[in-house]
């Protein structure tokens, strides 16, 4: 329902100004994915009658069935004597991957199949009489991100199948690049063909909205059939009167599509205007406009914009009507360097303000700068981008902007803190090892180090205030660290150690295992996944996470109980000191 509150107010005496009503479907036209409306529909009301001229877009709907599309580009039919081509189905939103694609002579345009659904896709060909067919000229796209066909089954209307092993074509490390091969097998004769995609050499690649494998779709450029090629498309699209795109009131409204096939073919906009440039009479009330569905018709119909003038006379939209030449040019915009943090652009030619938009969401993270001066926190532009108007220099001098994520300096300051970190505690080990060398010839050791048993702790018993205060401290960095629950483990853990020594195990053989298993995991999950090894790599372990922590957090409380049990005892403990095993080393 389009807003009326205009209209209302003004009532009978809205027919003194011009009046344009402008329809425009939701969604971002050309790719149903994100379509909220797949059909244009509009209901308003009018205090007096007018009469409207009709202008507006149009595009054609990629996800229309193949032979439909065919038709709307003036490609003739096997009704016409061309050739019908229909496909089970194809690369979704891309209009080119259609299945007639596969055999309009040109190497440069492919039947794409979609993502990972490969096998049993097919193509029907009918032609406008019988043909024989021995061979498959077939050129393959052969590249890294598409799977390649390996056998193909060519079946008649009458069921009468041919079995094709496609001879391997190899793999070639540029995009888009394909190959050329020849499959021969016994004649078939018919007026329609099906070929069917019965297995592929499989391309892998990791999706990157699920981060899962998916299986690159097979792209056939030609498919080679003796005699059967799809007419080329005319230059531009028929000139005819279709009433099957918009009606008003439920009676339908003559348009014409006016525009280049090629535009057409590749997603372009195509004007709409009325057939022999008719009016439509409108009488007072309550109006409804529908536009068919584009999966119907081929056509998605984006805009509409009626136009009556004062006094109720049609005439041309705004969409149609010349507009005086603008008096000032568009800013040239230059990006003079660029990276995930910072951009540097060059702006000439204005001399009027303008606004400079980064396609970053809003944060007010990003700063702006000219000659050193802050343009100030950016604003919402497109409903998520940052956005600063600039006034210009005079004489529209050109202008350089440096674009800056403040809150990376903290970061590249973290980064520095910690390599210097690493150096310091490089240098400390290495002066260490240097000092104890000198140190070998000089100190007699009353003892060599050794290991220790793993499956206990020595040292004195601590007294009970030391061991509850301990614990206390270990579970509540444990519980901050990782999870409440792992809190009350591990201090549970550390009290019962140092009181009974005989649990050290616990401490000390669960951290392996976790680890151990963590690790197996992870090789076994990369191998079965194949997940891409970017920057985003370790989110898909996300599950191992606190075990892996636990597993830490377990070895530090076996330090923490090794450096309790060892300690002087304060105030007399009730256990009396305990001799430490001949040979256990002084290592935690």
């Known amino acids: 329902v389009m807003p009326s509150d205009l209209l209302d107010v003004a009532g009978t005496a809205s027919l003194d100004h011009p009046l344009v009503l402008t329809m425009t479907r939701d969604g971002r036209a050309g790719d149903p994915r994100v379509d909220a409306e797949y059909g244009l529909r509009r209901a308003f009301s009018l205090p007096t009658a007018r009469e409207f001229g009709l202008a507006g877009t149009a595009r054609l709907n990629s996800a229309a069935p193949d032979d439909v599309v065919d038709r709307s580009l003036g490609i003739p039919d096997a009704s016409e004597g061309g050739i019908t081509v229909t496909s089970s189905d194809h690369l979704f939103g891309d209009l080119a991957s259609r299945g007639s694609s596969a055999v309009d002579g040109d190497p440069s345009t492919a039947w ?107 792209g056939i450029a030609e498919l080679g059939l003796p005699g059967i090629q799809r007419a080329a498309m005319p230059e531009r699209l028929a000139d005819s009167c279709r009433t099957d795109l918009v009606a008003m009131d439920g009676d339908p409204v003559g348009v014409r599509l006016d525009g280049t096939t090629q535009a057409a073919a590749t997603g372009g906009a195509i004007e709409l205007r009325p057939c022999d440039g008719r009016s439509v009479a409108l009488t007072a009330g309550d109006h409804d406009v529908r536009a068919a569905p584009g999966l119907d018709t081929g056509v998605d119909l984006d805009q509409l914009v009626w136009s009556s003038a004062a006094g109720g006379a049609a005439t041309p939209t705004a969409a149609t009507t010349e507009q005086p030449a603008s008096t000032t040019s568009t800013p040239q915009l230059r990006v003079l360097s660029e990276d995930a943090t910072s951009a540097k652009v060059h702006v000439d030619g204005a001399t009027k303000p303008f606004w400079l938009v980064l396609g970053q969401s809003l944060n007010p993270g990003w700063t702006a700068r000219v000659d050193g001066q802050d343009l100030g926190e950016p604003s919402l532009v497109d409903g998520f981008a940052n956005g600063w108007e600039i006034e210009p220099l005079a004489g529209g001098g050109p202008i350089t902007i440096d674009l800056v994520w403040e809150p990376q300096r903290v970061v590249n300051f973290a980064i520095a803190a910690s390599m210097l970190a690493v150096v310091l505690c490089l240098g400390i080990v290495g002066v260490s090892v240097w000092r104890q060398r000198r140190r070998t010839q000089a100190v007699v050791r009353k003892a060599e180090p050794s290991f220790a048993s793993p499956f206990a702790t020595a040292g004195r018993r601590p007294p009970l205030r030391r061991v509850l205060v301990t614990a206390a401290l270990t579970g509540i960095a444990a519980a901050a660290l990782i999870q409440p629950w792992c809190g009350l483990v591990v201090g549970g853990l550390v009290a019962l150690v140092a009181i009974r020594p005989r649990w050290r195990f616990v401490l000390t053989v669960f951290p392996v295992l976790a680890l151990v298993g963590i690790s197996l995991y992870m090789i076994e999950s990369q191998i079965d996944r194949r997940w891409l090894t970017d920057i985003g790599w370790p989110g898909h372990f996300w599950r191992l996470r606190t075990l892996g922590w636990l597993a830490l957090a377990f070895l530090a409380a076996d330090v923490i109980v090794g450096l309790v049990r060892d300690a002087e005892p304060v105030g007399g403990g009730d256990e009396p000191p305990t001799e430490k095993p001949a040979g256990r080393a002084d290592l935690p």
């Open 112 to 218: 794409t199949t979609p993502l990972a659904d490969i096998i049993g896709q097919s193509l029907r060909i009918e032609t406008a009489g019988p043909v024989t067919i021995d061979r498959l000229d077939l050129a393959v796209a052969n590249d890294r991100v598409h799977s390649v066909p390996k056998r193909l089954t060519i079946t008649t209307a009458d069921g009468e199948p041919r079995t094709v092993q496609v001879p391997d074509v190899g793999t070639q490390r540029k995009v888009g690049g394909t190959a050329t091969t020849v499959a021969t097998f016994p004649p078939l004769t018919g007026n329609s063909f099906t070929v069917t995609i019965e297995g592929v050499r499989a391309v892998l690649e990791t999706d990157f909205a699920t981060g899962e494998p998916a299986v690159m779709p097979v």
